[in-house]
């Protein structure tokens, strides 16, 4: 892989902000079709993985936390565009499940949900690990987390100016260089007081900087149309969520 010392794109962590140099990954020929959030962190943390996964497409052995929160979004999702109205969140997140554990037979078909990674901390009732009966006991709480903070705070998903509700919603934007970047927001959101907002949740651990809502926030506004005044990340495990202010979304660069 080609490497310069600095890769990725602006990325704004607090109290400091730091800029990086956008750049293409490539590897003898080997490029990708587009870039996202994913595939340059996962690069950065690993380029020998990216190769194994992107390049070679060398089989990969699922893992019970990435499904299970695959699970969790899935059943937000639902919720959502209320296409299972009279669900308990008990069967959303089985069917989150069932079809993050269909997805895996198509990627990776050598592997049994027997066979998935287990990885995580939990209490010894569990071995110490978040194991598949812990997803099933807690996912369902995560879930129910999110329907509860809708509640709450009654924010509306924000419909596009084709009137499509914001959910899982696909952008492509082109960064300088001619670099094509591929993303899918959770959520966009209209708060009471009409602000949009960029919701982005996560069902593992918050991340350490808000550079991944910084370019959702930064490719929303790409439209004359849509500028966001804040975006979060909303963390289902622990019901609460992190907040990119409106000052700091409008440092971003455009």
């Known amino acids: 892989f080609h490497r310069p010392a600095r890769a990725g794109w602006h990325r704004s962590s607090f109290p400091a902000t730091e800029e990086f140099i956008v750049t293409r990954l490539s590897y003898e020929g080997w490029e990708p079709a587009h870039l996202s959030y994913s595939t340059v962190s996962g690069y950065r943390d690993c380029g020998m993985r990216t190769k194994l996964q992107k390049v070679l497409r060398v089989e990969q052995r699922p893992g019970v936390a990435a499904c299970g929160g695959n699970a969790v979004h899935t059943a937000t999702e639902m919720y959502d565009l209320d296409s299972t109205p009279n669900a308990t969140v008990e069967e959303l997140f089985q069917k989150g499940w069932n079809e993050a554990v269909e997805k895996n037979l198509e990627w990776s078909p050598s592997f049994g949900v027997e066979d998935y990674t287990v990885t995580g901390r ?112 909303w963390a289902e495990w622990e019901n609460k969520f992190t907040t990119l202010k409106q000052n700091e979304i409008a440092a971003l660069p455009n």
């Not at 993303?183 to 900087?209: C, H, N, W, Y």
């Not at 506004?221 to 005044?229: E, H």
């Open 122 to 233: 939990a209490t010894a009732a569990y071995g110490g690990k978040q194991t598949v009966q812990w997803w099933m006991d807690n996912g369902p709480g995560m879930v129910q987390n999110w329907i509860d903070w809708r509640g709450a705070n009654q924010w509306e998903i924000w419909e596009t100016p084709e009137g499509a509700p914001a959910i899982e919603l696909e952008l492509n934007i082109v960064l300088p260089g001619d670099i094509p970047v591929k993303m899918f927001l959770d959520r966009v959101m209209v708060t009471p007081a009409g602000q949009i907002a960029v919701v982005d949740i996560k069902s593992g651990r918050t991340p350490e900087t808000a550079e991944q809502l910084g370019l959702y926030a930064t490719a929303m506004r790409t439209s004359p149309a849509i500028n966001p005044k804040t975006a979060i990340e």
